[in-house]
């Protein structure tokens, strides 16, 4: 692990601006994260159009549940790019075998309803602690964030809900004579219509990359604060500093003492 | 340039400012918060006027009004920037100069909430808040402001009793005197072994004499927060 290659400035941070730098991560990275998720949500997606009932429940709980698996990918990803490693898109979905399974019974099952979850999946996904590991870091990386990182799951749930809203609403606004607010609607709506399935996917996908940086940063910056990067940062690049200039500075003195030599 | 959440600005003067500015998550908590505030009221209000007939509720409707279109800007212009609600998450309203909000900004800002909050809850606001680069919503794009955490006094210097300040031998930049501070101080609770591990990184900085290199840095740390 290199820290001079971290992207994002290594400082002493409080949680909530860790997690505003996670949307700052997450917008760099938004539209390969999107499609990341895209590419593991999309699959699940159709498996679950073909396997249950129309009308059931059954889809969205499957697709809702999975959430943790989507975001997978783009966790991966930001935590090679965080490190300047260029991983990219396609090379992310080559290298799934690092990503898909390790931990994954883990995140789908004790630790899927934690509502902290986006902030503890790099330690599951990228240390791969064993179950008495795993809540031993839990509790030294996330006792002191776990408010900030509870707001941030119920913050982003709202968003994806009123995306939803919004788009319902724009649709009324934009024609108003084919659609008519009504309970008839919205049953129809709820009812296992694939169009508005699909565009609730997509908004899901275009929420995850901040929700995913987010408690992606919140992790970094508490490591950051555990373990003293920025200070480790900053020793490292001074001493590369002074070594240069020492070295600049024993070249003149060896100048002028050949010159002299060369006077005298 | 690496990235970080930090609005900075240069006066005439040619010194730096900077603040950093506030994200989607806090700022949503905030106006929340301030939101059931302004709905407790409305409601008390509403009880109270409910008694004293038609007039009532026409005195009902006028404070309605003003709580909700000035309740913000009332907050901003005369409470230093800060409602309720931003002011339990320590975060303020300033013009993007970083300068105190006056009363036309406020306005703008407050007036064009109408815009934030197309189609439906806000989400045009929070596209803004999540594509701008200062997290400004629509208003604070035309009122030219942005909303900061307040600077936060961070020290807490008792831990530092047992360390003897030590004065640096050579000038710090001001990233070399922060790391020694936040050596000094330990606010991640650093093992002793990972505080030797990084204090040796500057072992050819130190003087001679300094056999242990964290108990050095400590000191020059205790040193730069101002003991002697």
Redesign the interface.
Known sequence: MQLNS???????R?A??A???G???G??FWLRGVLLYLCVAAPVFLLTRFVTDIGSVLPYLILWWCKPLFERPILFFLSRELFSEPMGFTRTLRNFRLWLMPGLAWILTVRRLSVTRAMYAPITLLERPNSSQYSQRASVLGGKYAS?AT??TV??Y??ES??Y??L???LV?FFPDQFKVSFAWFNELSGNNTYVDIVYLIIMAVIAP?YTA?GFMLYISRR?????W???I???D??VD??ANMAQGQGVVSKQTQREGANV | M?????ALVETPEGTDLHA???????R??AYTLDFLIRMGIIIVLGIVFSFLGKAGEGLYLILFFVLEWWYPVYFEVFRGGQTWGKKS?KIKVVNDDLTPISFGPSLTRNLLRAADFF?????CG?ISV??T?R?QRLGDLAAGTIVI?EE?E?YVSHSLDQVSAVAPSYPLTE??Q??FI??AL?????SRD??TE??E??R??LPLNATDAAKYARGVGKWLLGAR
């Open positions: 971290l992207i994002v400035e290594t400082r002493v409080t909530w601006s997690i505003d730098l949307f700052a991560v917008k760099l900030e707001w941030l913050v982003m709202h968003v009123f995306f809203l919004a319902l609403v724009l606004i901040f987010a950051i604060e555990l373990e003293g920025d200070i480790e900053c020793f490292r001074w001493m002074y070594r | 690496k990235l970080d959440t930090v950093e500015v506030v994200g989607l998550v806090p949503a908590l998450f189609p439906a809850m806000y989400v929070c999540l594509t680069s997290f955490y936060e961070r990233e070399q922060s790391a936040n050596f330990n606010r991640g609770r650093m990972r505080q990084i204090a990184i500057i050819p900085r």
